[in-house]
């Protein structure tokens, strides 16, 4: 039942409450405005046509737009009023019984929480109505009754028309008269306690403080913490940076914040960078060495910036069913681990009686995905892993002759891994030692294919290189080409293809090129170097010559300092020799002239 004081306002107003079944769904109290204020506003054919509907006090709300038929919206129909299209006349009708129209394009009826929006062209000449009934509802927070008498900051999540904005009108009712809170609301387009400068019964005690504009209602949120001591303030449609951060300021200096921001679920606030700030923000963060290798991750991670400003959200993804997340800093931490948080679900039943249930996830948080950021869980293996064809991938710089063992890290995972059916196409992919997806798909502009085959064959480095840029990880590409390729720069955008650039068609370039993008750590001291990268035909004469040169650098130019020259060589080797010295890091010159030109090499 109703507390006396609300049924003092009752009253005092025009509202009815309509008769309650037992044990039934709608001994819920309903209580519902006269529809006859919002009919009055209506022209006479249109208003004739809703009364004499059958569902007439399940009317949502009515669309007036110039030259079309009126139309009549109730849950799950919608019907055309009559066959005369709507008319300049009649707009203007409805314009003039209603109350000024806001900065928001929203009005309202005197001492009712009906809603009518208009919709202007671009001479601002109105040419649409939408005429929403407005309903307050006692009972409908039932279901977070118990979150609401914590005293924590509440945030209501949903679609348009899920019931946000009603359930604010009852949870600043009941903290003003259930609990004798000071319950200030900050009512931007006056949809919570109607229009006119005296609020609607249904807030009860709490009182209500108007916005000029809605680019104001930072400030006014502020004036109201600082001029009234509310103990709870009440927001409607957080929406910009200014209302994220004043939500922000108002939190911690104590007060209890009820309010309701753009987006669905919790995912679509940490995604949004005007409102992240809601959940406590998102950054980036560089890890050390150790700490990545401790974590099992990347060395860049997302983690959480700040303390949630909302210790509690709630998804409302229909009127009986809301989704409860009772520790926001909790939610956001799995969710930028890759992890799936198991939220509290609250329905009522046909009795009327809250059903609270809480589910396992179906998948627990990845030690080793901690810290990749909001991407997706690593998936169990699918395709050739599970049937046994592949082959597990080398380890980092490993040479070709070298086997893994049996009783490799590598080998235990494959032997322990899922099994599933094989999918029907799609890239092959293996979770590499720090969960990346491996192979890495590589479409490569301007530089030769042969020397990336090279280096990824030699190095045994899991990329596949690839003709097709839709299938494509990354674009690998030559820098002096990527100038005058614009066009390469906006498909590779438009398909979200990150590019990497390669300073020269160089086996070392090349070589530190797919290590960054492969995240291996590159060495402060070069090592020693495999002269099958730098050879061409393999045959005997290059291999000594590169042979003289890694022993020039690793036992005279290093160790001592000192300059050495090789012996002469043809051009075709010289260059390989060149590529040798730039591995190490070290300058090399060709001076003298042929047959006897030769390489001179400098320490750094």
């Keep these: 039942m109703l507390n006396p004081k609300t049924n003092n306002f009752l009253n005092q107003s025009s509202i009815t409450v309509p008769s309650i079944p037992k044990k039934a769904l709608s001994q819920r109290m309903q209580i519902t405005d ?17 009364k004499d509907h059958p569902n007439c006090d399940r009317l ?32 203007q009708y409805s314009i003039q019984r209603v109350g000024m129209f806001s900065g928001d394009n929203r009005a309202g009826i005197e001492r009712t929480l009906h809603r009518i929006s208009a919709i202007r062209n671009r001479a601002g000449d109105i040419i649409g109505l939408t ?87 930072h400030k006014v949120m502020i004036e109201a913490v600082e001029n009234h001591m509310p103990e709870v303030i009440v927001i409607d449609e957080i929406g910009t940076e200014l209302e994220a ?72 993804l229909e009127r009986q069913k809301w989704v409860v997340h009772e520790d926001v800093a ?21 009795n009327g009686e809250v059903q609270i249930t809480q589910e396992e996830p179906d998948q627990t948080p990845n030690p080793a995905s901690f810290g990749r950021g909001m991407g997706q869980m690593i998936q169990q293996p699918k395709g050739w892993r599970a049937s046994g064809k592949m082959t597990p991938v080398s380890p ?39 969960g990346e997806d491996f192979p890495v798909y590589i479409y490569p502009y301007g530089i ?30 030559l820098r002096s080409h990527l100038k005058n390729q614009s066009k390469l720069r906006q498909v590779a955008k438009a398909r979200q293809v990150p590019i990497h650039g390669v300073k020269s068609n160089t086996i070392p370039q090349i070589t530190r090129t797919l290590q960054r993008l492969l995240g291996m750590d590159e060495a402060k001291t070069p090592e020693t170097a495999d002269l099958r990268l730098f050879t061409r035909g393999s045959n005997d004469d290059e291999l000594e010559a590169l042979e003289e040169a890694r022993l020039a650098v690793e036992q005279i130019v290093l160790p001592k300092g000192q300059p050495v020259e090789l012996l002469p060589r043809s051009p075709k080797v010289r260059k390989m020799q060149h590529e040798l010295v730039e591995h190490y890091r070290l300058q090399s010159d060709s001076f003298g002239e042929e047959p006897n030109r030769r390489l001179r090499i400098y320490p750094a």
């Design 60 to 91: 949502v709300e009515v669309v007036m737009d110039l030259g079309r038929l009126p139309e009549a919206r109730f849950p799950g129909e919608a019907i055309y009023l009559g066959d005369t299209p709507v008319s300049a006349s009649d707009l």
């Design 245 to 316: 951060l004043a939500a922000r300021t108002i939190a911690e200096r104590g007060v209890q914040l009820v309010g309701t921001a753009h987006g669905n679920q919790i995912e679509n606030l940490m995604k949004n960078p005007t409102l992240s700030d809601l959940v406590g923000g998102i950054q980036a963060v560089t890890l050390g060495d150790d700490e990545a290798r401790r974590r099992g991750s990347q060395k860049t991670v997302l983690e959480r910036k700040a303390p949630p400003t909302f210790e509690i959200a709630i998804e409302m």
């Design 330 to 350: 909790h939610t956001i931490d799995i969710l930028l681990r890759n992890g799936q948080p198991n939220p509290q679900t609250r329905t009522v039943d046909e």
């Design 131 to 217: 005429c929403r009934v407005g309903r307050a509802v006692f009972g409908t927070i039932s279901m977070i009754r118990d979150l609401v008498e914590t005293g924590q900051s509440l945030l209501l999540l949903g679609r348009p028309g899920v019931g946000k904005t009603t359930a604010l009108r009852e949870i600043a009712r009941v903290l003003a008269d259930d609990f004798d809170k000071r319950v200030v609301i900050i009512d931007t387009s006056n949809e919570i306690a109607g229009d006119g400068d005296i609020p609607h019964p249904a807030i009860g005690r709490a009182r209500r403080m108007q916005v000029a504009t809605p680019e104001l209602q």
């Design 448 to 477: 030769g294919r042969s020397q990336l085959e090279q280096v990824i064959e030699v190095l045994n480095l899991p990329i596949v290189l690839t003709k097709d840029l839709d299938s494509a990880d990354v674009v690998v590409a």
């Design 34 to 50: 006269d529809l006859g204020k919002l009919l009055d506003i209506l022209p006479s054919s249109i208003r004739n046509q809703i």
């Design 396 to 434: 980092f710089g490993a040479k070709r002759g070298n086997k893994l063992s049996s009783a490799s890290e590598f080998d235990r995972l494959l032997d322990a891994s899922w099994s599933q059916p094989e999918p029907k196409g799609g890239k092959v992919r293996v979770p590499g030692p720090n």
